[in-house]
Each structure stands twice: as C-alpha cells, then as structure tokens.
C-alpha cells in the first residue's frame, strides 16, 4: 500500500469484535450466558437508570472526572478535556456522536462515547467508578446500548479492537454475541529517532505503576502535555 511504500508499517496483531444488530431484536432475550442474566437482574434490582446525555448538559464534565478516574485504575494516560470538549460539539460532516450513561440517585456510575453512522455504531471510549462495580453497571450499560442502537435502526455494533493477549476484555466482549474479525494498526516509527523507543515489557509495567499512584491532578497535566505532543 501507499503508506508502507512512505515507511509506515500495518501491524496485524489486533482483534476487533463485532456485534450484528436484527431489527426489532429483543437483545435481553439473545443472551445466552447466565453469569449475565444474573448480573442485569442484580442491577435491575439496584435502580439503575440509562440515559442518553446531551450535548449542553454539564454530565459530560462528570463523565470526563470518571474517565481519568477509570484510566488511572488501568494505569494508562488519559486524553485531555478538550478533545471530548470537541467530541461534545462535533456538528454535521461525520459520525454523529452519543454519550450514553447509567445513574443511581441521579450520579453517574458507568458511561460509554459511540461514534455512529447510519449502520454502525462504534465504542469508543468508557468508564466506571471501581465502588459502583458490585451493581454491574458496565453490564447494564451494554446492554441498554444495543437495544438502543436495535431500536435506531443499526446493524452492526463495533465493541472495538484489542490486542490478542487482552483476555479478561475479549471474553467480556464475546458474552453479548460478538464475533472476532482482524483489525490492523498503522504506525509510523523514525528509523533510528530517540523520539520513537521500543516500549519493553519493563518499561509498559513501570508506566502503569506510575499512573495507579499518580493522582488526578497530574493525570489531567499529563494529558494536557500530551495534547501539545500529538
């Protein structure tokens, strides 16, 4: 292709998972494992409430505080308030874009970024308070998720690509139907540039120990810095 031919590299080492969508569908019905059913009827029985949150209202902010939250838990950076500042305003012109949450007594406890077109929709970004896990809204919100975009009209659900080895991930992904198909990431390295080190397993693990540790402050310099870096 025209991009190896200018020196980037096509990595083929990641999976995307992918979830086909039927018209007037009954997604709670599908579900065929039962540590799931179990799991949406413990959060039914919590009050949980979904929503679609709107672009003027405030909750973005708050979905934003539990996003650094989420990241520092996973021990990798964050991206800064003012990209999803611009995902909140995006206009006509592309994917539109869809907050979707689920609350307790009116606080927010899981929430989710698609990106859709007329017949995808793609997850794109998540988070979650690590308290609130016991209700299983991270469960509840999926499930909510694709009735809604069952209910819009979509056919296809994109949970995202992972890498290979994220086992604890894909088997979240493969309890709601999906199936697997190759993703395949372009990169570009400088040849020789110490802008560009090889990441070792040392360094990854040392990385995520610093963000576990690092408080919320400094996640939100750090993505400001990264801002300016990328």
Request: charged fraction near 25%; aromatic fraction near 12%; hydrophobic fraction near 40%.
């Amino acid at each position: 292709s025209q991009w190896v031919e200018l020196g980037g590299q096509i990595l083929p080492h990641r999976i995307t998972s992918i979830r086909a969508l039927h018209p007037g569908e009954d997604i709670r019905k599908s579900l065929r494992v039962q540590s799931l059913q179990r799991a949406l009827r413990r959060a039914e029985k919590s009050n949980l409430r979904f929503r679609e949150i709107t672009k003027v209202s405030g909750s973005w902010a708050k979905f934003y505080e539990m996003f650094l939250h989420t990241r520092r838990r996973l021990g990798v950076p964050a991206y800064p308030w003012a990209f999803f500042k611009a995902l909140k305003q995006h206009g006509a012109g592309g994917p539109s874009v869809h907050l979707l949450a689920v609350e307790q007594d009116n606080r927010i406890l899981a929430g989710l970024v698609l990106l859709c077109t007329e017949e995808l929709a793609l997850y794109s970004f998540g988070a979650s308070y690590t308290n609130s896990l016991k209700l299983r809204p991270n469960d509840f919100l999926f499930w909510k998720a694709l009735q809604w975009c069952v209910d819009r009209g979509l056919q296809r659900f994109d949970f995202g690509a992972d890498n290979c080895n994220q086992k604890g991930l894909l088997r979240f992904k493969r309890k709601w139907g999906t199936e697997t198909v190759p993703a395949y990431e372009a990169v570009w390295r400088f040849k020789g540039s110490e802008l560009c080190p090889t990441i070792t397993a040392s360094d990854s693990r040392i990385s995520r120990w610093l963000h576990r540790k690092a408080p919320l402050c400094t996640l939100r310099l750090e993505s400001k810095l990264i801002r300016w870096l990328i």
